[in-house]
């Protein structure tokens, strides 16, 4: 598997590079068949008085989908952690829905879990008063600060029209990081969206065109 290593507006040393290296022997060890992965270093530049932060970016290129993760914090090392482990987590994943999908085993619905208290799980609920606690603000939440938070935020990202299958869109959805995923659906030909509900569970959307509107594309 090549690695390459490139940094935007920060530099790059050999220590780091080592670092890197090493980390990724499990990425290789995980994925056998993969053929490079990408690692990208930015610094994020000083805000509102707070100091910038390192930002990495890991693409996993191979036969199959594209796995990608990316994760932030104060230095290049601990961002490349993050973001390593991440990815980590998707490809073990992945794995684990094939051996679904050919019936090798079931995961364990949160249901499933709750109704026995957890006890097949390493999952320990908080206790009432805990939950109390938070709920009532006598245990602070740490997150962002009122005048830095913004409820609006809009990316914009174009990507080329495929055609798949619902399982491979799911797939796709899970390999990189997100909510859902846009695709053409290979067995109706329409445009769709698979998204994530709850646990193993998750929903396809898809678009019909109205007579109008194919009258026009004839």
């Not at 930015?42 to 509102?48: A, F, G, I, K, S």
């Amino acid at each position: 598997m090549d690695i390459t290593i490139t940094g935007r507006g920060v530099g790059i040393p050999d220590r780091f590079e080592d670092y890197a290296t090493e980390k990724a022997e499990k990425v290789e060890h995980l994925a056998p068949k993969s053929i490079a992965l990408e690692i990208k270093v930015c610094r994020h530049h000083e805000t509102h008085g707070n100091a910038g932060d390192d930002r990495v970016e890991l693409t996993l290129i191979g036969p199959g989908p594209i796995v990608r993760a990316e994760a932030g914090a104060g230095d290049k090392y601990a961002a490349f952690d993050l973001a390593i482990d991440k990815l980590i987590e998707r490809i073990r994943q992945a794995k684990d829905r094939r051996k679904v999908h050919r019936g090798q085993h079931r995961p364990t619905s949160l249901r499933e879990a709750s109704a026995d208290g957890f006890s097949v799980t390493d999952i320990t609920p908080a206790s009432a008063d805990l939950i109390d606690q938070v709920a009532t603000g006598s245990v602070p939440v740490t997150g962002e600060s009122e005048e830095d938070w913004s409820p609006v935020v809009i990316r914009h990202k174009v990507f080329p029209s495929t055609r798949m299958t619902q399982t491979d869109a799911v797939d796709h959805m899970e390999l990189v990081g997100h909510d859902f995923f846009l695709f053409i659906d290979a067995e109706t030909d329409r445009p769709s969206v698979v998204y994530r509900r709850k646990g193993w569970d998750y929903g396809v959307i898809g678009l019909e065109e109205t007579a109008d509107e194919l009258a026009a594309r004839r």
